[in-house]
């Protein structure tokens, strides 16, 4: 307690890869991707989340297959070029790798120069490969697939039509409405905390210099990404140099990096009509995603009782991410401190089990 307290802030997971948090739903993830894992100097395996062959191979198609890579021999690197051809596709994807000599003949460097197709792990093959395979039952209608704006007007639609009766009131409970809109029409949405202020000294819900703010994501398939919906204010948010909708850390990184004025407000809902200023942008500096909470109560108690500031089930996203905020962090420290403690208490046991015994030992006079 006096650990947390001194710490003075709650902390959560640091964002460092954008997938985390940007990969698409489930019932839209049809995107193909691979993985790739050294087996031998000479071998590459290759996992597929489709099934595939390598061209020039002699095998059927799979979600499983090996190649070999070669070396350089008297120039200084050397490009193997690998083409797959998946199932679903007519023609080939392609993977560049180039193998580099070193100072050390007996090292080489390895770089993938180039691939058409998503690289989703190195090295890290899957423990279950069912869970990295795509099932076709599991994704939505191809035409929702390909575009899904249809369903997305729908929800705009249903909310202005029936925004007297909605019971609009703060932003909280607007997203909350907003969502179960999405939810009744198919349409993927989740809702993300924002807050501005002073990240240096606070917490995520601590309402010191600018307050918290709620907005919503959705995801479109037409442009195959997440993009912010501001239901409380009434729009989403485009890029004025582009045709596409920008997410919540894209809208953070604008602020960050002074560019409000590339940003295009469009009016969609019937709540507030009029443009917001660059204060309002102030709210993206901290971006809060939330992940299901475990499902082992105990597992849940026992990360409240000892590690009570880390919420492990928060994503935070800033671009002056400070320390204080920093879950692993918090919790490396603390694990530190705990370890030191049991150091401590078995030492000053074994100090007075060595007294005891010495005193039984020493002889009378």
């Given at each position: ?8 802030s709650?902390?959560?997971i640091?964002i ?9 739903p ?7 991707g ?8 000479d ?9 595939f062959?390598i ?14 890579v ?10 193997n070029v690998?083409f ?14 180039v193998?580099a ?8 460097y ?6 058409s197709?998503?690289v ?12 990295f ?16 704006d ?19 009131a ?27 202020g ?14 918290l ?6 995801y479109?398939?037409k442009?195959?990404k ?14 004025k140099?582009?045709n ?5 850390v894209?809208?953070?990184n604008?602020?960050t ?23 309002y942008?102030k ?7 939330s ?9 849940k ?5 000892f590690?009570?500031?880390?919420n492990?089930?928060?994503y ?21 401190m705990?370890?030191f403690i049991?150091?401590?208490y078995?030492n ?18």
């Open positions: 307690m006096i650990f947390d307290k001194f710490w003075g709650s902390t959560s640091p460092v890869n954008l997938n985390e948090i940007y990969s698409p489930i019932q839209y993830e049809n995107l193909t691979i993985k790739l894992k050294m087996t031998a100097k071998l590459i395996a290759i996992e597929g989340n489709k099934k062959r061209l020039d191979g002699s095998k059927s198609f799979d979600y499983y297959d090996t190649v070999k070669y070396y350089p021999d008297t120039e200084f690197e050397r490009t690998i797959l051809l998946f199932e679903e596709k007519t023609t080939p994807d392609s993977i560049y790798i193998m000599k070193s100072e050390n003949k007996d090292i080489y390895k770089q993938i120069f180039y691939s197709i998503i989703k792990d190195l090295n890290d093959f899957s423990n279950d490969p069912e869970q395979r795509i099932d076709p039952d599991n994704l939505v209608s191809q035409n929702l697939l390909n575009d899904n249809s369903l997305i007007q729908m929800v705009f639609d249903y909310f202005n039509n029936n925004i007297e009766s909605l019971g609009i703060e932003c909280g409970t607007n997203c909350n409405i907003f969502q179960k809109i999405c939810n009744n029409f198919g349409v993927p949405c989740r809702i993300i905390n924002l807050q501005g002073d990240n240096d000294e606070v917490g995520n819900y601590d309402n010191i210099g600018y307050p703010h709620v907005i919503c994501e959705i479109s398939s442009h195959k997440w993009y912010a919906v501001d239901p409380s204010f009434g729009f989403r948010f485009k890029e140099s582009f596409y909708y920008l997410n919540a894209e809208i953070s604008k602020h990096f002074h560019t409000e004025e590339e940003i295009i407000q469009d009016s969609i809902l019937l709540t507030k009509r009029s443009l917001v200023g660059k204060d942008f709210y993206y500096e901290n971006v809060v995603f992940k299901p909470e475990w499902k082992n109560r105990f597992l108690k026992a990360v409240k009782i590690y009570g500031n880390f492990y089930y928060l935070l996203f800033s671009n002056n991410f400070p320390a204080v905020k920093n879950g692993f962090y918090y919790v490396g420290i603390k694990s530190f705990y370890f049991f150091i401590l078995i000053s046991v074994l100090f007075l089990l060595m007294q005891r015994l010495f005193l039984v030992k020493k002889p009378k006079h």
